[in-house]
């Protein structure tokens, strides 16, 4: 199926497929011993999800919630461990994880003691050798302090991802990001001298009076730090969230697309000419950078297992997870139904991957990456060729120029076409995806 050339650069950020307004509640609650009794687990992704943040970002569409009063921290520590009693039992045994990861929200809003426990979780609960598989934990600069980077240094990190967004003082309270430059500066000094092996920091572009020359300013304050990964992320005001309240119409602004492209493109070539090799649209990686990725993990066909209540999880033929919400009320109540279940052997809510999906869903996720989609690998999983299964897609992409012709193995967007991948990523949706996206109820 053919579609039409989408209106503008930025119409979706394509992290993961399909999206979790894709999902919907599972008549059968299938259980998870029948999920994964015939799934290969010799190299599986085990995430875990801290739903908490101290305060919550103008742009921020996450499932995540502003504090946790009265204990709240500790009762959700406890339905995790709960949780992952009951999936490692489901997994049973040939079950070993090859990555490591704690996302958010915000993990480090857990206290030292508590981070320590959610590393006991992941390693005595799930058996996790989490000082032998990379750790990526995010962070914050004001949650990341020295005895909560202590611990995770400790325990094994070996990426830590810091949300900076910009080091210009207005445009972070431009972004709803409360915070001050000095405070930044301080939090990095703390990360480098825990000597976690991969710094990372994430930029936003397309900021309320960001101008190219602020732009590159916050660029040159972050490689002062010679962070070995950059993440460069353009703004989008998505439904439900503080910049919503304010500038509902952004998202149709000709204008501001053309500022973020502009600006994405400045930012690339900055970044390349000072050494750093670029990875996907957003991912940037100093060429020197230690090894950080394990060899036997391929996100696009190994399976994820994700603990927490805005986690998800991979089988081969179903995505799941638990109810998904951006409103703070309905948040607040899928974290409080988490945190008083007990029974966590069935899947709740998901979206079942036949064949063509699978096919889909690999196609995706290695054309939106730097180096591309290796045909013989496709070849080998699926028995045909990207081509053969996606002629129309690709040939609309090669007619756009974002798709490089034929180079041996590989499949790869051209510069432009990594430019536009946030146009090129639900250009490739299913009908049947796109359908049940457009249908959900958001809340």
């Known amino acids: 199926m053919t579609t039409a050339p989408p209106t503008g650069?930025?119409?979706?950020?394509?992290?993961?497929?399909?999206?979790?307004?894709?999902?919907?509640?599972?008549?059968?609650?299938?259980?998870?011993?029948?999920?994964?009794?015939?799934e290969d687990k010799s190299a599986l992704s085990l995430y875990l999800h801290i739903p908490f943040c101290e305060v919550r970002c103008g742009f921020c569409n996450l499932f995540t919630r502003i504090g946790a009063p009265g204990g709240l921290t500790g009762a959700y520590l406890d339905a995790l461990e709960r949780q992952a009693t009951a999936v490692r039992d489901a997994l049973g045994d040939g079950t070993r994880f090859a990555t490591a990861a704690f996302g958010g929200g915000t993990p480090t809003f857990l206290t030292a003691r508590e981070l320590d426990r959610l590393c006991d979780i992941a390693e005595q609960r799930m058996g996790a050798d989490l000082r032998a598989v990379p750790l990526s934990v995010e962070a914050s600069p004001a949650t990341a302090t020295a005895d909560r980077l202590a611990v995770l240094a400790e325990r094994g990190t070996t990426r830590l991802s810091l949300g900076v967004q910009s080091f210009?003082?207005?445009?972070?309270?431009?972004?709803?990001?409360?915070?001050?430059?000095?405070?930044?500066?301080?939090?990095?000094?703390?990360?480098?001298?825990?000597?976690?092996?991969?710094?990372?920091?994430?930029?936003?572009?397309?900021?309320?009076?960001?101008?190219?020359?602020?732009?590159?300013?916050?660029?040159?304050?972050?490689?002062?730090?010679?962070?070995e990964e950059l993440y460069l992320y353009p703004l989008y005001v998505r439904p439900?969230?503080?910049?919503?309240?304010h500038r509902p119409d952004s998202g149709r602004d000709p204008a501001w697309d053309e500022q973020r492209l502009r600006l994405y493109r400045s930012g690339r070539d900055h970044l390349l000419a000072r050494g750093y090799v670029q990875q996907?649209?957003?991912?940037?990686?100093?060429?020197?950078?230690?090894?950080?990725?394990?060899d036997d993990y391929a996100c696009q066909t190994d399976g994820m297992i994700g603990l927490g209540c805005g986690a998800r999880s991979y089988t081969s033929a179903l995505h799941?997870?638990?109810?998904?919400?951006?409103?703070?009320?309905?948040?607040?109540?899928?974290?409080?139904?988490?945190?008083?279940?007990?029974?966590?052997?069935?899947?709740?809510?998901?979206?079942?991957?036949?064949?063509?999906?699978a096919r889909r869903r690999h196609l995706l996720q290695s054309l939106l990456r730097a180096d591309g989609l290796d045909t013989a690998d496709y070849r080998a999983r699926f028995g045909s060729l990207p081509a053969d299964d996606f002629a129309a897609e690709l040939d609309a992409l090669a007619h756009q120029g974002w798709l490089a012709g034929p180079t041996g193995a590989r499949l790869r967007l051209t510069a432009e076409g990594l430019a536009h991948?946030?146009?090129?990523?639900?250009?490739?949706?299913?009908?049947?995806?796109?359908?049940?996206?457009?249908?959900?109820?958001?809340k």
Request: no cysteine; proline share 8%; net charge positive.
């Open 168 to 227: 210009v003082d207005s445009e972070a309270r431009a972004a709803v990001r409360p915070q001050r430059r000095a405070d930044v500066e301080a939090a990095l000094g703390r990360i480098r001298d825990a000597a976690v092996p991969v710094l990372n920091i994430d930029l936003i572009y397309g900021i309320d009076g960001q101008t190219e020359q602020t732009w590159l300013r916050s660029l040159d304050a972050a490689l002062a730090w010679r962070p």
């Open 9 to 38: 650069p930025y119409q979706h950020y394509v992290y993961a497929y399909p999206h979790k307004t894709a999902y919907r509640p599972l008549p059968d609650r299938p259980s998870l011993t029948s999920l994964w009794a015939r």
């Open 280 to 294: 996907s649209m957003r991912m940037f990686r100093r060429a020197d950078a230690p090894p950080q990725g394990a």
């Open 320 to 357: 799941y997870s638990f109810d998904y919400a951006v409103a703070m009320h309905e948040i607040r109540g899928i974290i409080d139904d988490y945190v008083a279940t007990t029974d966590f052997s069935r899947a709740a809510v998901g979206y079942r991957i036949d064949p063509r999906e």
């Open 421 to 442: 991948s946030d146009a090129i990523g639900p250009r490739l949706f299913s009908p049947a995806v796109r359908a049940a996206m457009a249908a959900y109820e958001r």
């Open 240 to 245: 439900l969230t503080g910049l919503d309240r």
